[in-house]
């Protein structure tokens, strides 16, 4: 019985590493002259792993898995990146012809979760999209 | 301001009002003006704030925190006159029943920074015009 258990909970736990969004690694995506890159990244995260809220940067739109990231190519300026469900959350990037970040991470709601878009610093969003997310297919 | 000055460094439309109020294409007086943010957070376990009664009656399940920077730089000619620095915290908490955007937080940071500026320019207003008229 105990032995069962285990077994079904091993089995579980495989079956919830396969919700994580499979692709290739992270790759910096290029950009021509006077275009910004913004990568919008979602670490993996079991409670949230069901719900996948439309990200919206410019006029360019995205639903990113768990375990995945986006990157959306803008025209340099300020650009304003959304992502929503029962409340909204917005960000307003200065984008620069250069690479931003942003995590997208999902936070308790009433009915279902909310997205929230969170500035990254460079260095840290760096490290992390290489070891967290692959490319959204 | 006491005198009108030419923009070199910033963008117009994100100025401290002392400054944008005092704009002129041709000044020697330069002005140079650099923002920066940086942001934080802290989150409560997902799993304790489900779990947590308190999350329900509206207790904090979390909070975002802004930093804005800014600096300022005036210069006659290749003098430099005055150069002043600025920064703001502005931390909301955020709970099932408000919850701030990024875009919100960032705004009140960078009206508060600009406004720390300004304060700084009217200190020194005195000064910086004795400074220009030195040299006209």
New interface residues.
Partial sequence: MKLGSIAATIAFAVALGGCAAQGPPFERAGAPPGRAVIYVYRPY?F??SAIHPIVQCGSQSAAIEPGAYHAFVVPAGPT?CRAGTE??????I?AEPRVHYLRE?I????LIG?P??????HDEAEAEIRSCCVQQQ | MPFKGRLIGGDPDNLPPAIAMSLARDSQITFSYREELTHDEHHAPMLLSALDPLSYAGYPMGEYEVTASASLLISDGDRVIGGYTASSRIAKPYSLFSEPTHRELDEAARAAVRQAIDRKLYDDAGRLAESVAGTE
Avoid at chain 1, 87 to 92: F, I, L, P, Q, S
Avoid at chain 1, 107 to 110: R, V
Avoid at chain 1, 116 to 121: I, R, V
């Fill in positions: 995260s409670f949230s304003g409340t909204r959350d917005e960000v307003e200065d991470r936070s308790w709601g009433w909310r929230h878009l969170d500035p990254m610093d």
